[in-house]
Nanobody, 124 residues
Framework: QVQLVESGGGLVQAGDSLRLSCAASGRTFSSYAMGWFRQAPGKEREFVAAISWSGGGTYYADSVKGRFTIFRDNAKNTVYLQMNSLKPEDTAVYYC?????????????????WGQGTQVTVSS
C-alpha cells in the first residue's frame, strides 16, 4: 500500500519561507516522478512543481518559478518543496503526488497516489 505523508505546513507572514516534506512508502520511490499541487478554497487543484525520478528534471508553475524549489532524496524516499518569498496568494492546501512513470507531468490526472495535504497560510 502506497502512502504519502506531507509535513511542514503552517502559518507564516509574507516574505517568509517554508519547506514542505513528503515521505513515501510502499512503492519504489526512485522509479517515479513526484509532484506538488495546491488547492485554495473555492479553486481547482493546480500544479505547482514536479521532479523526474532522478531529480534531473524539474518543472514549475509560472506563479512560483524563482521562488519555489522542488528536490528529492531517493535514499530517504522523500520529496521536498522549498518555498521562499511566500505571498498571501500561496495560501492553500499543498498535496504531494506520485506519478505513474518516471517522467514529470503537469496534470493531476497523471498521478497515481496522493498525500492527505498540508495547510500553508501566508498572512499579509
Amino acid at each position: 500500500q502506497v502512502q504519502l505523508v506531507e509535513s511542514g505546513g503552517g502559518l507564516v507572514q509574507a516574505g517568509d519561507s517554508l519547506r514542505l516534506s513528503c515521505a513515501a512508502s510502499g512503492r519504489t520511490f526512485s522509479s517515479y516522478a513526484m509532484g506538488w499541487f495546491r488547492q485554495a478554497p473555492g479553486k481547482e487543484r493546480e500544479f505547482v512543481a514536479a521532479i523526474s525520478w532522478s531529480g534531473g528534471g524539474t518543472y514549475y508553475a509560472d506563479s512560483v518559478k524563482g521562488r519555489f524549489t522542488i528536490f528529492r532524496d531517493n535514499a530517504k524516499n522523500t520529496v521536498y518543496l522549498q518555498m521562499n518569498s511566500l505571498k498571501p496568494e500561496d495560501t492553500a492546501v499543498y498535496y504531494c503526488a506520485m506519478g505513474s512513470t518516471g517522467a514529470p507531468r503537469f496534470s493531476f490526472r497523471e498521478y497515481d497516489y496522493w498525500g492527505q495535504g498540508t495547510q500553508v497560510t501566508v498572512s499579509s
